[in-house]
């Protein structure tokens, strides 16, 4: 979506200036080419904005500095979502390959420890963008912030609530001699409804960086990250399917099934994780 606009009035940018483009995915403005008052022009992104991400590679770095940047927010957030990513991913490998030797209780234990990680790093990034541009205005900080009309924003708050509800359900997880419709109200439900919320989030984000509802930019660094993240969004959402506990057991092996996405979904977190690190150093879009 594209359209024309007078002057800058939301987001926290300056509102000063004159928007001589705008586009995003309605309802929502993403991408803001700013008419400045001496002549200039400055592009401005809402992902840029919200993580404080260089519109392009500083040449002043050396190589691979995203490796070791404790002093960046986004290294923490990219590095703590890898984290809880990880120990999906070995519980997951855990109670497909390993169920005869390892306790049904110490797998439980590990997805449990790997959605502590996925919560911090979620609120991490809703308290970065809850204060995207607040310190350059000197505004106090805020823990929360409320900008239901910034997608960034939004994407953040619905992933946290999310990751709230896997904490709920891989702790319900671990409670013994559940029968099956216990585990659908403690288990199954907090699960089907943090997957939904995880996909929102993830199509939120993805749709940000496309500056529309569906774009291909393999170009952007960036955009590959809410890719990646949203198709394992979309792993755990069929995962939350197959979850399900029937009175009766289906003839197929469905938990089984519902394993697998949960271990496609962690990869897929992991790579979008690890692709945030570079992305606070090497620029994330093609120019323009």
Known sequence: ?????????????????????????????????????NGGEELWRSRHHRKGLPLARR???????WLWMPGELNWWIGTVFALGSLLFAVGSILWLFMRAQVSESLINAVFFAGSIPFTT???????????????KKGRSTVRFGWKPRDIGWLSCAIQFAGTLLFNVNTFDAMLPNLNWWRQDILIWIPDAVGSILFFISGYLAY???CHAHWGWKPRSLSWWVTFVNLLGCAAFLVSAVFAFVPEHQPQFNAARWGVVFTLIGAIGFFAGSVLMLPESTYGSEESG
Do not use: C, H
């Open 1 to 37: 979506m594209r359209r024309q606009a007078s002057t800058i009035r939301t987001m926290e940018d300056p509102a000063k200036e004159t928007a001589r483009e705008e586009s995003g995915p309605w309802p929502f403005i993403t991408r803001r080419l700013v008419q400045l008052e």
């Open 59 to 65: 040449p002043d770095l050396k190589p691979w500095p």
């Open 121 to 135: 790093a979620a609120y991490l990034q809703l308290f970065q963008a809850a204060n995207a541009g607040r310190e």
């Open 207 to 209: 749709a940000e960086t």
